[in-house]
């Protein structure tokens, strides 16, 4: 366990190091305050406008006027003038921009980022749940040998044109409507999130954490990717020697949701799927040891896709907003520092993967 672990630990350090470095150099360094004289602030006092061409003369002939040599001095207090002024219009036309620049405190940042990580946990698992269920239901409606939908619903129309046959037509309606259901519901996980979400809502903010859920395990293609590649792990189990031997040992084999030996839909919707006395049981098993490796990749492409989606959807208040602010602004150490959050959430999910295998392993090997 030490060498799968020491890679992960070494490799975090060596990161952590770096990007804390580069966010203390980074880090912005306040300004150079030049001290006013009592001599300019008396010009200013005077509510002078720098800008008027008139004032600027009427200065110039008293300070030549009145000092003789050391008008100089004077002519450089006007400069000074106009430079503050332009300063101060400087400041009025970034007032907005300022105020949305403001640096966010750390204990802002660890709570946007304790959220994010809160969301990511969630998702994470009913992504767990939504690709076994449905690698499971792909699977048990391919074991039984139907035939597609499409062929079914030309067979029914057909033959109920040719009898004039009403139950026929109105099967063939059912299986339309599933055809068309199944479509959206295939469309919705292959749409990106922004286009479902901007289809459905306006306005994101810092509560929509239960539609960010939803957005991130139904959208983006996630659920259905994983769920295709656990159809696939079954799909190669089913076909190895293991499974014939124990069909021969009398293991049930029949997939019918109406059979007797046969698999019932609540099993395969259940939270713990079991699947006593039914050959289906070894193939889920060895099958779900081989999906655990693959959270790794699914870690990193559940982070991204929520960190697109906050971006794309300006969810104020979550960690992805705050991040691309913090870009925008310039405050590249804060943006770092978060940046540094989402590494060892990815890191941390890799030596949890790690640790999985590694105990799955050692229970198959005893048993």
Known sequence: MKKILLPHLLSALFVSVLLLTLAFILRPVAPFSR??????????QLNLNPQDAFQYQ??????????????????????????????????EQKQ???RLAYRKSFGSLLGMYVKFVFVFLIVMAATYYGVQTLGLYFFVRR????PP?????????????????????????RVLIRIGARAMFFLLFFAPAYVVAYSLKSDFTSQSILFL????????????TYATKFYHFLLNESQKGYVRTAIVKNLSNDYQFKGKNGIAPHQIFALKKQFKGHV?????????FQYVATFKEQAAFVISSLVIIEM??????????ELLQQLLYRNFDQALYMVLGLYLLVKATEIFTDFLVFKKRQRFEKG
């Open 280 to 288: 289906l049981q070894h193939i889920y098993m060895n099958s779900a």
């Open 35 to 44: 001290p006013v004289s009592d001599e300019l602030k008396a010009l200013q």
């Open 312 to 321: 794309a959807l300006n969810i104020h208040g979550h960690l992805s907003y």
């Open 96 to 98: 907005y921009q300022q």
């Open 58 to 91: 009427l200065y110039h002939e008293m300070a030549r006027t009145l000092t003789g040599p050391d008008s100089v001095r004077y002519f450089e207090l006007w400069r000074q003038l106009v430079s503050e002024a332009g300063s101060e219009r400087l400041l």
């Open 149 to 173: 939908d499409f062929y079914r619903l030309f067979f029914l129309l057909r033959q109920g044109l040719i009898r004039s046959d009403g139950k026929l037509l109105t099967d063939a309606l």
């Open 213 to 224: 859920i939803v957005l991130g395990v139904l959208t983006n293609g996630l659920l259905i």
């Open 143 to 146: 074991q039984q040998m139907r």
